[in-house]
């Protein structure tokens, strides 16, 4: 971990698009303010007060945007899909011209090739090597290696992802032997949209779909075969230029140390049994794995150690709202069961709910949205 010298590429011709990017009239003060937006939660209304009160050359946010996407130039790769969503049309699927599912058709015209409904694609690639020719964002991808170079690492510390036996045997193995080097987590989650159930949104870190009951993916493989055949490029190395180091010359490997998601989205990824199933732990009794799971083809992703419990979703989500009933007296049906010495009494809510209106006073924009009251809500 010691090793800062990065393999030599000196000889290779590399393009930095983003140096001495010269910005018309305006649009540098237009763009700061949209980061600031950004950040901060501004309205349009406001930006655009902003920018009428503080600059000369008055930019709509629409044309910053579009000068921002002139600049950053990442575009998504779009992907033939099932226009139920069953499957994308990689792998084993990509000459099918229709779903092994539901055997809808994949193009609208056979003769145009015009898909019925396409995936979005965006590289992970191309924002590291954006990130990283900046020098204040370089400096901060570089926390793995700072910390794992310290007296705190190594401790028997345990608040860290690198303080896990699973990121140590990924450097026994040849991971992360350069500074540079990043660590990924992916992420599978689930959630309802409306308290109907009636429809829910599968959201994949790296890649988001938007998918109804109906028509909820029958082979996660095929959606995941873009991202993954990136992150193996990124495990062999890409070229990349160091905004720190005046545009130094080295080459970037990433890899992927931890998944994580619910119980639901975490078999998705595994192809493993239902979490529902008997003997369908990933830990003390994995069992019966249906597909064979795309992430195998990943040497940092190791079964089942790279796939954690989720505090979120076992504390955080779960727990509280029982709580909160007991504590409200509503958790059992019968009204002597919740009448317990944890019960809050009516009087105590109120107070709670005036505090938590008054906090909307202080509380700063950026934590995001104050609370509201309990009691109304």
């Known amino acids: ?91 084993n699927f990509s000459k099918a011209i229709s779903c092994h599912y539901c055997n809808e058709p994949c193009y609208e015209n056979e003769k145009n090739k015009n898909s019925q409904k396409k995936l979005a694609f965006f590289s992970l690639k191309d924002r590291f090597i954006l990130q990283y020719s900046d020098s204040t964002r370089s400096k901060e991808l570089q926390y793995q290696y700072n910390y794992t170079t310290s007296s705190e690492y190594d401790n028997n510390n345990c608040g860290n992802i690198f303080d ?46 938007n998918i109804s009951p109906e028509n909820r993916p029958k082979n996660l493989n095929t959606f995941l075969r873009p991202i993954i055949d990136e992150l193996k490029e990124l495990e062999d190395g890409v070229e990349c230029c160091d905004g720190l180091r005046n545009q130094e010359i080295f080459i970037l490997h990433a890899f992927v140390v931890s998944w994580s998601g619910n119980t639901p989205a975490l078999t998705k990824l595994m192809c493993t049994t239902s979490h529902n199933l008997y003997q369908s732990c990933r830990y003390c009794e994995l069992q019966e794995l249906q597909l064979g799971s795309i992430l195998f083809e990943l040497h940092s992703t190791k079964f089942s150690d790279s796939f954690t419990i989720d505090i979120m979703h076992l504390l955080y989500e779960n727990i509280p709202k029982y709580m909160l009933q007991h504590w409200y007296g509503c958790f059992y049906m019968n009204d002597i069961l919740n009448n317990n010495e944890y019960t809050l009494q009516k009087k105590t809510w109120n107070d709670i709910g005036s505090l938590m209106d008054k906090s909307k006073k202080i509380i700063p924009s950026d934590f995001g949205h104050p609370p509201r009251n309990i009691i109304k809500h």
């Open 1 to 91: 971990m010691d090793n800062t010298d990065n393999e030599s590429i000196n000889d290779t011709e590399f393009v930095k698009q983003y140096d001495n990017y010269q910005l018309p009239p305006g649009f540098s003060e237009a763009l700061r303010l949209l980061d600031i937006k950004v950040q901060s939660n501004m309205s349009n209304n406001i930006y655009q007060q902003v920018m009428v009160g503080f600059s000369n050359e008055q930019v709509s946010q629409y044309c910053a945007i579009k000068k921002l996407t002139s600049i950053v130039q990442i575009e998504p790769k779009w992907i033939d899909m099932c226009v139920k969503s069953c499957i994308v049309f990689t792998d």
């Open 164 to 209: 896990r036996e699973q990121y140590k045997d990924s450097v026994e193995n040849g991971c992360f032997s350069y500074y540079q080097d990043i660590a990924l987590i992916g992420s599978l989650d689930g959630y309802q949209i409306f308290r109907q159930k009636t429809d829910d949104c599968w959201i994949i870190l790296f890649l988001n779909g």
